[in-house]
């Protein structure tokens, strides 16, 4: 079982970026595939990215890919966020996730969640 702790997000305006971190804690926090997830109000939670465990492989909504990197600091036991080149559409709550070994699109799959981090991008 392992513990996640967002922060970092905040109020921006269109075109800035802002780092989200995730600590993670816990039986063998490495272990995990972090995904980020977010939602906005009325709307379906969706994936964001996703970093595996020892491979380190990541993955990309195509609505972020190339504004956003996702990486992993396992001395750190932190994962972050990275976005650039932020978009009102971007604004939602967002949130790490934790799944054994190996990352997965459908957020039902993880079995730990942080209590999120609300980011707002502003026109």
């Known amino acids: 079982q392992v513990q996640l702790v967002e922060s970092g997000g905040g109020l921006v305006q269109s075109g800035g970026s802002l780092r989200l971190s995730c600590a993670v804690s816990?039986?063998?926090?490495?272990?995990?595939?972090i995904g980020w997830f977010r939602q906005a109000p009325g709307k379906e939670r969706e994936g964001v990215s996703c970093i595996s465990s020892s491979e380190a492989t990541t993955y990309y909504q195509d609505l972020v890919k190339g504004r956003f990197t996702v990486s992993r600091d396992n001395a750190k036991n932190t994962v972050y966020l990275q976005m650039h080149s932020l978009k009102p559409e971007d604004t939602a709550v967002y949130y790490c996730?934790?799944?054994?070994?190996?990352?997965?699109?459908?957020?039902?799959?993880?079995?730990?969640w942080g209590q999120g981090t609300q980011v707002t991008v502003s026109s």
């Open positions: 996730a934790a799944r054994w070994r190996d990352c997965h699109y459908a957020w039902p799959e993880y079995g730990s």
């Open positions: 816990g039986y063998s926090p490495g272990s995990y595939a």
